[in-house]
């Protein structure tokens, strides 16, 4: 049988399921794990486990080569949302006949109410039109409703002198919603109903689910987030003693899958891992793992004005129940991924959400001669990808500041904090930095030169590269290691860490989450340095970059890197490659160029981008901003065209007076240059003109000029 002819059968034998949502959490999810599982893998008898060290996408060709798979359709919650390349099919707009439509072309119909309410009354219409149809209907339709434990959350205790005794499935019809979880409790009611009537053409199960959490997070992403950005205190809401029912996201997506194929008798499942943790204990594990390990527990008034979380999260999180999922133990084939809860695979958990959200830390580390201008591009590749920019004179102070903040507590431990677990870990550390503080102080009085041995920084050192917030955000180390001893020392194995962060390259072992993973090198001739150097102001000078400090520290650093046993080829061989740039060609300011190059060469930050809010707030001063860009353009042009008819006004009166000025002048000039005629023709030619006109009419003659001609000739006083 060709290969393509083999794809097309298992094409065929595919499973098509709607899910509703296929952009949030549990949709994303439920959705990738279906279209990677193969049918009827539940119903396997058990068979030799895949390798654990498999990686996730090879897992999912590998079953995929095995058989038909699920095929999954479904509707968008976002209507801006990009399609998932997992997904067949989904709507964003759509009416209810299109959805009864695209709902009946599939084999298996999943509805998710717990992220939206509003998805409560949709997914009874559409069963409801379901059902109203079952005589048109050919193949069996399976329906299945994910609501959340709140439908239980008012349940009285089975025996409140015993809080051991759990609930399970078989106690559904005892439990009691919380006041803002009524409707979907009348929702899994209506399902169970409705499967009842036609269980040939129709079935379906109601599956009350835990907090999920897992890969990116979603309830106890505010946690996460927070302890990823190094808060202090992770908080907590009220006193924390209530127990939340939780399961991992993937576990979920399991569950459903049994319930496809293994159907089970128990139409109401309850699906939670075996962990029946506090919320104060998630709190602190997720702290512990990400930032300091302390809580903060914040009452419950001044929890609700948190903008992190919404009200049916925050109702959720004070959830106190405790129940069991005996089917889902018992009678359903999971490879559980969390079976033992959220706070047993804390440090599993936070790979996933670096891994899902790329946060993994960025490790850098520059290099090159004195004053050749490290410091100066490493502030800016720290503050671009807002990483800790390690200075080894820095690291070296606030490292005997936090061993003196430790040992403190040996002087005066909080009694409060005495009563807490953790505080026999804090003395026991305190008691440990208490040693390696007097050792470095007795090292340094040791010393003529007030410095401490290599040993010891390199202690202090690697104590920072493994606190929370270096290997949450990263850093990029400062000139440092300058020797390939100090590189060894500084980046080999300790024997304590998680051996799958530590690797070997030609036979040196290192730890993997301090090796950076970039490195650049600084180069520049010594003539260059120098005339650096040298036209440096006196108060950059000082005493580090005086004249013979700076050339001592250059003697130094060229005779380190003269033969091929230098820190650069080290980090060479440990496959980290340098990028060099030569300094003295780069013509920008303060470096810009070199450091853009950098920058261009790793990629986008590790980090959080801007939140919804922020982007609306940027929004909104950008808004602001153009608005009143517009405001002074239009007001700009409103002053111009005053400012131009004023100037129009006042270059036509000046045209009006210049033309006055010239009428007058010519005026004045003909009346200069026409005075001598008419001072003649008064003299010679008017009186003897006007008497002819005067005798003209009286005489009347019939050719008056001829007899002016006349008379004036006969009249002349030239002639006389």
């Not at 127990?243 to 576990?251: A, C, Q, R, S």
């Not at 390696?436 to 390199?458: A, T």
């Not at 013979?548 to 980290?576: G, K, S």
């Not at 982007?615 to 131009?644: F, G, I, N």
Request: aromatic letters at 6%.
């Amino acid at each position: 049988m060709s290969r393509e002819k083999e794809d097309s059968e298992k094409k065929n034998n595919n499973k098509l399921v709607f899910l509703n949502h296929v952009d949030t959490f549990h949709g994303r999810h439920i959705s990738k794990y279906l279209t990677n599982s193969v049918i009827g893998a539940t119903l396997e008898e058990n068979e030799e486990e895949e390798e654990e060290a498999q990686e996730a996408e090879e897992e999912a060709a590998f079953k995929r080569s095995k058989g038909p798979v699920y095929d999954i359709v479904g509707t968008y919650r976002e209507a801006e949302a990009e399609k998932p390349k997992w997904i067949k099919d989904a709507i964003k707009s759509y009416t209810k006949n299109q959805l009864l439509e695209l709902a009946l072309e599939c084999d298996y119909i999943i509805y998710d109410i717990c992220e939206d309410p509003s998805q409560i009354d949709e997914a009874t219409w559409l069963l409801s039109a379901i059902h109203a149809e079952l005589e048109n209907i050919e193949r069996k339709k399976v329906f299945i409703l994910i609501s959340p434990l709140m439908t239980w959350a008012k349940s009285k205790a089975l025996d409140p002198e015993d809080p051991e005794v759990f609930f399970t499935e078989e106690d559904f019809r005892k439990r009691k919603p919380h006041p803002n979880f009524k409707d979907h409790c009348s929702a899994e009611k209506l399902i169970i109903k409705l499967g009842k009537s036609d269980k040939k053409k129709l079935s379906t199960w109601c599956v009350a689910t835990g907090l999920t959490y897992g890969l990116e997070e979603n309830i106890f992403h505010s946690m996460f987030k927070a302890a990823w950005h190094n808060g202090a205190e992770i908080q907590c809401f009220g006193e924390g003693t209530n127990v939340l029912p939780t399961i991992h996201v993937e576990d979920l997506a399991q569950v459903l899958q049994n319930v496809i194929e293994r159907k089970p008798k128990q139409r109401y499942l309850v699906a939670v891992d075996d962990s029946k943790p506090t919320l104060y204990e998630i709190a602190r594990a997720v702290s512990k793992q990400l930032s300091t390990g302390k809580v903060r527990k914040l009452n419950k008034e001044d929890a609700l004005l948190t903008r992190d979380i919404a009200q049916a999260d925050f109702d959720m999180l004070l959830l106190d129940l405790r129940i069991e999922g005996v089917q889902v133990k018992e009678g359903m084939r999971i490879k559980w991924r969390a079976e033992t809860g959220i706070v047993e695979n804390m440090p599993a958990l936070v790979k996933e959400f670096k891994a899902e959200r790329k946060l993994n830390p960025l490790r850098l580390c520059i290099l090159g001669a004195p004053a050749v201008g490290k410091t100066t591009v490493a502030q800016q590749l720290a503050k671009h990808f807002r990483i800790h920019h390690l200075k080894i004179k820095d690291v070296i102070d606030d490292g005997i500041d936090a061993l003196e903040k430790s040992v403190s507590l040996l002087k005066s431990p909080d009694e409060d904090e005495a009563k807490e677990d953790e505080d026999e870990e804090a003395m026991a550390q305190a008691q440990e930095d208490s040693d390696l503080l007097n050792v470095i102080k007795e090292n340094r009085e040791q010393s003529s030169n007030n410095r401490i041995d290599d040993e010891h920084v390199h202690e202090l050192l690697r104590r920072k590269l493994k606190s929370k917030p270096c290997q949450n955000q990263g850093f990029i180390l400062d000139g440092y290691p300058k020797r390939v001893e100090q590189a060894k020392e500084l980046f080999a194995k300790s024997g304590d860490g998680d051996e799958e962060e530590e690797e070997e390259k030609d036979g040196l072992s290192y730890e993997k989450a301090l090796m950076p993973e970039y490195l650049i090198v600084l180069d520049a001739s010594d003539e260059f340095l120098k005339e650096r150097v040298m036209n440096l102001s006196e108060s950059v000078v000082g005493v580090h970059n005086s004249q013979d400090n700076f050339m001592r520290r250059l003697r130094v650093f060229r005779e380190d890197n003269l033969d091929d046993a230098t820190v650069v080829n080290y980090f060479d061989e440990m496959e980290v490659h340098p990028h060099r740039f030569d300094v003295s060609v780069d013509k920008s300011f303060n470096h810009h160029d070199i450091a853009d190059k950098m920058a261009s060469l790793i990629g986008k930050p590790r980090n959080y981008g801007p939140t919804k809010d922020e982007l609306e707030e940027s929004r909104r001063r950008e808004k602001e901003e153009q608005t009143r860009r517009d405001d002074e353009e239009r007001l700009e042009r409103e002053r111009k065209d005053v400012e131009e008819a004023a100037d129009r006004i006042r270059r036509q009166n000046e045209w009006a007076d210049r033309l006055r000025t010239v009428k007058q002048e010519e005026h004045e000039m003909m009346e200069a240059q026409s005075t001598p005629m008419r001072n003649y023709l008064m003299q010679h030619v008017m009186p003897t003109l006007t008497q002819a006109l005067i005798e003209c009419c009286k005489a009347r003659p019939e050719d008056p000029i001829d007899y002016l001609a006349e008379y004036l000739f006969r009249h002349n006083p030239q002639v006389d």
